[in-house]
């Protein structure tokens, strides 16, 4: 668990120090990317946090805990530390997870893919967040796992209006989408 704080309560000062180290390396663009990339990520951090904590552990823990799950007379047999380990584990998961949108937003504002392309694989992407939401959520209900793809698909469409707005991933010589 003190690895786990130490390393929260650092990623600032390692973020800054490796920003600090690339910047003069960058030109003037790639640096208001990286600036924004990290405020983004920020943001996205708390609304991933606060999304986990206080929505998705409730009720991942009441249907883990529900008499739908565990069959009669059966007790909950997780002790503090797993079910401590459990909660981290997973919050941590869905703070990765919803940095996601900005990884797409970096890669359209660098020229990686093209807005088409994106909105032409959304299919695609939609099943590999539905198989992502299945995987990152401990428990097997599907309650959580639409809980935690539904935000997920909306960050990605999302940040493709983003992208839109911001008229990042325009290939030239194509017509607008």
Not at 140 to 166: E, T
Not at 170 to 175: D, I, K, N, S, Y
Request: glycine letters at 8%.
């Amino acid at each position: 668990m003190s690895l786990y704080a130490g390393f929260a309560a650092t990623l600032p000062f390692h973020l800054y120090n490796a920003a600090a180290f690339i910047f003069p390396g960058l030109r003037a663009r790639e640096r208001r990317i990286v600036v924004w990339s990290l405020a983004a990520s920020g943001a996205l951090i708390a609304a991933g946090f606060y999304f986990g904590y206080y929505r998705l552990v409730p009720a991942m823990i009441e249907v883990l805990t529900g008499p739908s799950f565990l069959p009669g007379r059966v007790d909950f047999l997780l002790g503090f530390e797993k079910n401590i380990f459990l909660v981290i584990g997973f919050i941590l998961a869905v703070l990765v997870v919803f940095q996601l949108p900005l990884l797409l937003l970096v890669l359209l504002a660098l020229g990686v893919l093209s807005r088409r392309s994106v909105l032409k694989a959304s299919r695609y992407v939609i099943i590999g967040i539905f198989l992502l939401a299945a995987i990152v959520t401990p428990s097997p209900d599907m309650i959580s796992q639409l809980m935690l793809a539904i935000p997920l698909i909306a960050l990605h469409f999302l940040a493709i209006l983003v992208a839109k707005a911001l008229r990042l991933g325009e290939v030239p010589g194509e017509e607008r989408c």
